[in-house]
């Protein structure tokens, strides 16, 4: 890794941020008179009308402790979404620097990086859906910034080796991005714990899957406190509203019910899993660490629409490199799954 400050584009480098009234002054007050606010309550049962801490701190003082880092290694956002648009800002110069993301995969880093007019160095995933590590570590000079690794991986579901992450980490110049939306669902261990050893890793998490909150908009970036620091400094001052602060704490006070989600959804894979195997329309049922399967079947076009038929909205991955005639299908409630299975039932019937 190069050093955080040659790696920042230079005009983020040399950026005053903008100063809040709540980031200037952030202590307790009898009567607060500095932000304009107004002073009257809400027109709504709750109260809005006071800023919210800029820097969540309440919830991050919750997640910390679950996750066993300090709240200043966190940063809190808009979702995962919010996370990696500022990376690309805070490091990816327009028509200059480059990223590197490994197809099929989540489609944010590459949609991201195009709104900033960064190029995107496609290295796709190999058989069984395996990091292609030597292939990007050819791209492990700058101006290369930023590498995206998501593991488990959307759509294919399965996890990265974690030596090929280690390696990636020590070999680049620029940062590694490790998206870990799915890690809840997994049984190998976050590389949250193990950021001291990789100054240049980013990881991403978020509340919109395991933790139920994909409404809410809560996403995560561990990282060190010099790069978390780096994303505060460019942030939107407010960019969590006192209602999702609110709900995250209460969230994060009820990790009993993550916990049971995240075994119900454990059965109900292995279940369907099971199940989808068995038609004879389906070829294949990729391994999964996350709380959905990508399966192969014979014309995912055509099974598509036969479920959107039957009110079935699966996701069709057919036009994703290595997913030829593959459609990713979330694992629902029980109920769910069994109008799913009955769904497919009739269709063996029809194909048959
Ligand atoms: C769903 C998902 C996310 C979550 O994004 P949010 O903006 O936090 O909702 C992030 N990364 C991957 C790979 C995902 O599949």
Same mark, same amino acid.
């Given at each position: 890794?190069?050093?955080?400050?040659?790696?920042?584009?230079?005009?983020?480098?040399?950026?005053?941020?903008?100063?809040?009234?709540?980031?200037?002054?952030?202590?307790?007050?009898?009567?607060?008179?500095?932000?304009?606010?107004?002073?009257?309550?809400?027109?709504?049962?709750?109260?809005?009308?006071?800023?919210?801490?800029?820097?969540?701190?309440?919830?991050?003082?919750?997640?910390?402790?679950?996750?066993?880092?300090?709240?200043?290694?966190?940063?809190?956002?808009?979702?995962?979404?919010?996370?990696?648009?500022?990376?690309?800002?805070?490091?990816?110069?327009?028509?200059?620097?480059?990223?590197?993301?490994?197809?099929?995969?989540?489609?944010?880093?590459?949609?991201?990086?195009?709104?900033?007019?960064?190029?995107?160095?496609?290295?796709?995933?190999?058989?069984?859906?395996?990091?292609?590590?030597?292939?990007?570590?050819?791209?492990?000079?700058?101006?290369?910034?930023?590498?995206?690794?998501?593991?488990?991986?959307?759509?294919?579901?399965?996890?990265?080796?974690?030596?090929?992450?280690?390696?990636?980490?020590?070999?680049?110049?620029?940062?590694?991005?490790?998206?870990?939306?799915?890690?809840?669902?997994?049984?190998?261990?976050?590389?949250?714990?193990?950021?001291?050893?990789?100054?240049?890793?980013?990881?991403?998490?978020?509340?919109?899957?395991?933790?139920?909150?994909?409404? @809410?908009?809560?996403? *995560? /970036?561990? +990282?060190?406190?010099?790069?978390?620091?780096? #994303?505060? %400094?460019?942030?939107?001052?407010? =960019?969590?509203?006192?209602?999702?602060?609110?709900?995250?704490?209460?969230?994060?006070?009820?990790?009993?019910?993550?916990?049971?989600?995240?075994?119900?959804?454990?059965?109900?894979?292995?279940?369907?899993?099971?199940?989808?195997?068995?038609?004879?329309?389906?070829?294949?049922?990729?391994?999964?660490?996350?709380?959905? @399967?990508?399966?192969? *079947? /014979?014309? +995912?076009?055509?099974?598509?629409?036969?479920? #959107?038929? %039957?009110?079935?909205?699966?996701? =069709?991955?057919?036009?994703?490199?290595?997913?030829?005639?593959?459609?990713?299908?979330?694992?629902?409630?029980?109920?769910?799954?069994?109008?799913?299975?009955?769904?497919?039932?009739?269709?063996?019937?029809?194909?048959?």
């Amino acid at each position: 890794m190069r050093a955080l400050n040659s790696l920042l584009r230079d005009n983020i480098r040399l950026l005053t941020p903008y100063s809040s009234a709540r980031s200037e002054f952030a202590g307790v007050a009898s009567v607060y008179l500095d932000a304009n606010e107004s002073a009257y309550g809400s027109p709504v049962a709750t109260a809005y009308n006071r800023y919210p801490d800029p820097l969540q701190r309440a919830s991050k003082q919750k997640l910390a402790a679950l996750r066993g880092v300090s709240p200043e290694q966190i940063f809190l956002g808009n979702g995962s979404d919010e996370a990696i648009d500022l990376l690309m800002r805070a490091f990816c110069d327009p028509g200059k620097d480059r990223i590197v993301i490994s197809p099929p995969t989540f489609g944010m880093y590459s949609t991201a990086a195009h709104v900033q007019g960064v190029e995107v160095i496609s290295v796709p995933l190999v058989e069984g859906f395996e990091l292609d590590l030597s292939g990007m570590l050819e791209y492990s000079a700058l101006p290369t910034k930023l590498m995206f690794v998501c593991s488990p991986n959307n759509p294919s579901g399965n996890l990265v080796q974690s030596d090929k992450i280690e390696e990636l980490c020590r070999g680049i110049d620029g940062l590694v991005v490790l998206d870990e939306a799915y890690t809840d669902f997994c049984s190998d261990k976050s590389f949250v714990s193990r950021l001291e050893e990789f100054p240049n890793l980013v990881i991403l998490q978020t509340f919109s899957k395991a933790w139920g909150l994909a409404g @809410l908009r809560a996403g *995560v /970036a561990y +990282a060190s406190p010099e790069i978390i620091s780096v #994303l505060n %400094r460019i942030k939107f001052p407010y =960019n969590m509203s006192q209602a999702i602060q609110e709900t995250l704490e209460k969230a994060l006070d009820n990790t009993n019910y993550v916990e049971s989600v995240v075994s119900k959804t454990l059965v109900e894979r292995t279940r369907i899993a099971d199940a989808l195997s068995k038609f004879s329309f389906v070829s294949e049922v990729f391994p999964s660490d996350a709380n959905f @399967l990508l399966i192969r *079947v /014979a014309d +995912a076009d055509r099974l598509y629409n036969d479920l #959107l038929k %039957r009110g079935i909205v699966v996701r =069709n991955r057919t036009t994703q490199p290595l997913c030829q005639n593959c459609v990713r299908i979330t694992i629902g409630t029980e109920s769910e799954n069994e109008m799913l299975l009955s769904a497919l039932q009739e269709l063996e019937a029809d194909y048959g």
